[in-house]
């Protein structure tokens, strides 16, 4: 079975805070994604990368930043946290046609 | 501008009935489809896809059917059982060098009603 673990499962942090949110996946995976979930809204994409190193910006970008410097591990970084930023981040990956995703971090920013 | 869309945001159905969501698409690029279902506090997982050049695919009671001159999505669930009970999503891909790239509805809760 696939497994793609995120790091916390709920989160709380203040304004301007730098928050890491980790996804580590052990099928060795090239393709690994960052969505976020809020309602009304579906999951929208925020960043995917390919490969190792190889990123790039989905459809809500903004205010965020990623790393990927192993395979295994997709990290998503927001840069300074801002209370629209208080979502459901999950994480996935993928190989062919099917997702596998990660069971989501509640962020809280306050 | 939604690419995919849920227009029903729920659905309730007795147990043992058929449930129906539906999708629709504006992006003739799209040529996979998925379901994923979500229960709170959960990922998504995966239900049931279907490739584009074929009109349906059937998993035990779960039926997608692809209408591409509609750009329009369903999936049926038959008999609908109370575990069904969560959020249904419609999920549309397309391929973008090695990775497929999905753009995701909205969602619909469904609830199957004992």
């Known amino acids: 079975d696939v497994k793609v673990t995120q790091s916390s499962r709920y989160l709380v942090k203040r304004t301007g805070e730098k928050v890491f949110l980790e996804c580590v996946q052990d099928?060795?995976?090239?393709?690994m994604f960052w969505y976020r979930q809020d309602p009304g809204l579906g999951l929208r994409l925020i960043y995917f990368?390919?490969?190792?190193?190889?990123?790039e910006k989905g459809d809500i970008p903004e205010g965020y930043s990623v790393s990927r410097e192993k395979k295994e591990r997709f990290s998503l970084i927001l840069e300074s946290a801002s209370t629209n930023q208080t979502s459901m981040y999950l994480c996935a990956s993928e190989q062919n046609t099917e997702a596998f995703f990660g069971q989501g971090t509640r962020l809280t920013v306050v | 501008d939604q690419q995919v869309k849920q227009n029903s945001p729920s659905l309730s159905v007795q147990e043992g009935r058929i449930s129906i969501l539906n999708c629709d698409y504006t992006?003739?690029?799209?040529?996979?489809f998925l379901w994923y279902k979500k229960y709170p506090a959960e990922g998504p997982t995966f239900l049931i896809s279907i490739s584009s050049i074929k009109d349906k695919n059937e998993d035990g009671r779960f039926t997608v059917f692809l209408n591409k001159s509609a750009k329009h999505l369903s999936l049926h669930i038959v008999p609908s059982q109370p575990g069904d009970s969560a959020v249904y999503f419609c999920a549309a891909s397309v391929k973008w060098g090695s990775a497929r790239q999905l753009t995701f509805g909205s969602g619909t809760q469904l609830t199957v009603l004992p």
């Open positions: 990368s390919y490969d190792v190193k190889m990123k």
């Open positions: 992006n003739s690029m799209f040529d996979y």
């Open positions: 099928m060795d995976h090239e393709n």
